[in-house]
């Protein structure tokens, strides 16, 4: 039965790929694809902590690095084949990947992640139903890339979109009674639980490619109780208006997303030279754990030390 559904979602792919003749449109499904990776969101929700709200940056970290860590898990754990695999149609593969197909980690976390901003209304002159609106389009659209570029079955991105709708369920039913309940009590609580976390998802650990969901959520439980018990840091600029406010915002973000991405370099080549060592997953783990920090705290500090926050 699999196999007739995999051998359906073939035909699919073949059938969708007579498209590849229209000039250019190859090259935007790469571009469009891109917006539903998870590196895409480790530059899109620091902006959301150092510009917009830092609790609302805290829910969708939270929210991310949770639904990309049941993605990945599930993908080793089910071990589903992609079209262009051995033993299906190497010919359909415009871009490769290596772990398995299902469920699609793009249609999982874009659902979630646009579906979770288009609830926040972050532009003032649209309807909440225009959100909404655009953020389904898009999910579609980055589903069809998938399928498109011979990456996923139809079946790993209908998964994918299930999967997200599950995430979002607990979210929006669940989500505001945790953070109240972690507000209400000390800031210890909230470090105990994300170390408590990581430990369970570095229970299961088949590849190093999970280590980064695990270190993002212990580093960034340590950063949020650094920065509530020490930094006092708040992403409004109340005191601020016009082009002042809007250019401190900019000058954050190039701060904080620069030193991000020299740390992630830095980190990088180091820990390549140890791959052979018997601590490299180890130190792979610290290396998100210390960008989280960075994120939650490190940034914060400096845009209070620089003024560029208030208190």
């Known amino acids: 039965m699999m196999e007739e559904i995999l051998q359906w979602g073939l035909d699919c792919i073949r059938r969708i790929q007579i498209l590849a003749a229209i000039p ?3 090259i935007s499904m790469r571009a469009i694809t891109n ?3 998870t590196a895409v969101y480790l ?8 510009c917009l709200d830092e609790k609302k940056g805290i829910r969708i970290a939270v929210v991310l690095f949770i639904s990309t860590w049941i993605n990945l898990a599930l993908k080793y754990f089910l071990n589903q084949p992609r079209p262009f695999f051995e033993g299906y149609d190497p010919s359909v593969g415009i871009i490769y ?10 249609a999982q976390n874009s659902l979630v992640i646009l579906m979770i901003l288009a609830s926040w209304q972050i532009i003032p002159v649209l309807s909440r139903v225009a959100h909404f609106c655009i953020a389904a389009f898009l999910c579609l659209l980055i589903g069809f890339t998938r399928v498109y570029l011979g990456v996923h079955f139809p079946t790993d991105v209908l998964g994918g979109w299930l999967l997200g709708g599950l995430v979002l369920a607990v979210y929006f039913a669940s989500g505001s009674r945790i953070e109240t309940w972690f ?16 430990f369970a998802m570095n229970m299961y650990r088949p590849s190093e490619y999970l280590l980064m969901p695990s270190g993002m959520i212990l580093g960034w439980g340590i950063g949020c109780f650094l920065c509530r018990r020490y930094v006092d840091f ?10 002042e406010k809007y250019l401190t915002l900019l000058v954050r973000y190039a701060i904080g997303i ?7 370099a830095a980190g990088g080549k180091a820990i390549n030279g140890l791959r052979d060592s018997g601590n490299y997953q180890l130190y792979v783990f610290i290396q998100h754990v210390l960008a989280a920090i960075w994120i939650s705290a490190g940034a914060p500090w400096v845009f ?8």
């Open 24 to 26: 250019g449109l190859t």
């Open 35 to 37: 917006i539903g990776s």
């Open 43 to 50: 530059f899109l929700f620091p902006i959301v902590y150092w």
């Open 97 to 106: 990947e290596i772990v398995g197909g299902f469920p699609s980690g793009h």
């Open 183 to 198: 507000e209400a009590h000390n800031p210890r609580t909230g470090l105990i639980a994300a170390a408590a976390i990581a």
């Open 234 to 243: 708040h992403a409004s600029l109340k005191d601020r208006t016009g082009t």
């Open 258 to 264: 620069t030193a991000m991405g020299l740390l992630y």
């Open 304 to 311: 209070r030390k620089l003024r560029l926050a208030r208190a």
